[in-house]
């Protein structure tokens, strides 16, 4: 997760990102029980998950004329949900085993702890990336998120979105989602490997954030909606850590995979650091003794 405040400072700055960089990144998934996932299936990423990930679109416009149905069942535009106040959005599928129950909990438990109430200063926009979820299914996720937010009468501020290919594709291709299909336990492709992410999006309905993984900061969740009030459009952010479903129907389990690939391009990067520290260092102590010699010299 980002942090907004710049690090300043010259070789002091290097030796914290690098402490930050080196340290072990542990996937951190909240769970009330009612879920198990299987073991980590490795460092290679399947070939299946290739085309899965985030592209980050910021200042993207959302297609605000494309058709969904809400978790009543009413007919309603994406759009209905902007012009006043800026939103969260998220894209799961409601009947998904792993992931976006995850993620929706990771969301839910950073606005417990985020002053700002749904419905008056943001939406919170749910959409389902799965053609075949129904609203019922909408409005069974719905009661239990917003129970688990503990906040009455902000049901209001909660939006679960069911609809077509055209309409889902329509927004994933603006959010730069990638996902794909792939077999159950059934052998039917029925789910859809997918990563997981959160947007912030203008009241213009444009995308200013992007915060990856199932855990969210409240601080960095309250800064970017009220930049994004503002419609100020903030900066992409690191894909340190991808979570992906995958489901193995050789354990018969459900695995969150994580993509490795971007490790190796940490460690690169605190072997960059680690060289830029020693010239830093040593620079200093040449300057240090350039400043003893002038004195002597002066003195």
């Known amino acids: 997760m980002k942090d907004r405040r710049p690090i300043r400072g010259g070789w002091q700055a290097a030796i914290l990102c690098c402490a930050l960089l080196s340290a072990p990144m542990f996937a951190q998934v909240s769970s009330y029980g009612d879920k198990?996932?299987?073991?980590?299936?490795?460092?290679?990423?399947?070939q299946v998950l290739q085309k899965v990930g985030v592209a980050q679109h910021l200042n993207q416009q959302l297609p605000l004329d494309a058709d969904f149905?809400?978790?009543?069942?009413?007919?309603?535009?994406?759009?209905?949900?902007?012009?006043?106040?800026?939103?969260?959005?998220?894209?799961?599928?409601?009947?998904?085993?792993?992931?976006?129950?995850?993620?929706?909990?990771?969301?839910?438990?950073?606005?417990?702890?985020?002053?700002?109430?749904?419905?008056?200063?943001?939406?919170?926009v749910i959409i389902s990336i799965d053609p075949s979820d129904t609203p019922a299914q909408a409005a069974k996720s719905k009661a239990l998120y917003?129970?688990?937010?503990?906040?009455?009468?902000?049901?209001?501020?909660?939006y679960f979105l069911t609809g077509q290919r055209p309409a889902i594709d329509a927004v994933t291709n603006a959010v730069?989602?990638?996902?794909?299909?792939?077999?159950?336990?059934?052998?039917?492709?029925?789910?859809?490997?997918h990563a997981s992410s959160l947007e912030i999006v203008t009241p213009e309905g444009k995308l200013?954030?992007?915060?990856?993984?199932?855990?969210?900061?409240?601080?960095?969740?309250?800064?970017?909606?009220?930049?994004?009030?503002?419609?100020?459009?903030?900066?992409?952010?690191?894909?340190?850590?991808?979570?992906?479903?995958?489901?193995?129907?050789?354990?018969?389990?459900?695995?969150?995979?994580?993509?490795?690939?971007?490790?190796?391009?940490?460690?690169?990067?605190?072997a960059g650091l680690g060289g830029f520290m020693f010239l830093m260092f040593r620079r200093d102590v040449n300057l240090a003794r350039e400043h003893d010699l002038t004195k002597k010299e002066n003195g």
């Open 176 to 193: 730069g989602f990638g996902y794909v299909k792939v077999p159950g336990p059934d052998g039917k492709l029925s789910q859809f490997a």
């Open 69 to 124: 149905v809400d978790q009543t069942g009413k007919p309603v535009k994406l759009g209905d949900y902007f012009g006043k106040h800026p939103a969260l959005l998220s894209l799961v599928y409601y009947t998904c085993p792993l992931l976006c129950s995850e993620e929706l909990d990771g969301i839910t438990s950073s606005l417990q702890m985020v002053k700002l109430t749904p419905g008056k200063d943001f939406n919170v």
């Open 146 to 158: 917003v129970k688990r937010y503990g906040r009455p009468g902000t049901e209001g501020g909660w």
């Open 208 to 270: 200013a954030q992007y915060y990856l993984g199932v855990e969210y900061s409240p601080k960095d969740m309250l800064l970017g909606l009220i930049d994004a009030s503002g419609n100020k459009i903030g900066s992409p952010v690191a894909n340190i850590l991808t979570y992906c479903y995958h489901y193995d129907p050789q354990t018969n389990k459900h695995s969150l995979i994580i993509a490795r690939v971007v490790q190796v391009g940490g460690m690169i990067t605190v």
């Open 36 to 46: 198990q996932s299987g073991e980590n299936t490795g460092d290679q990423l399947p």
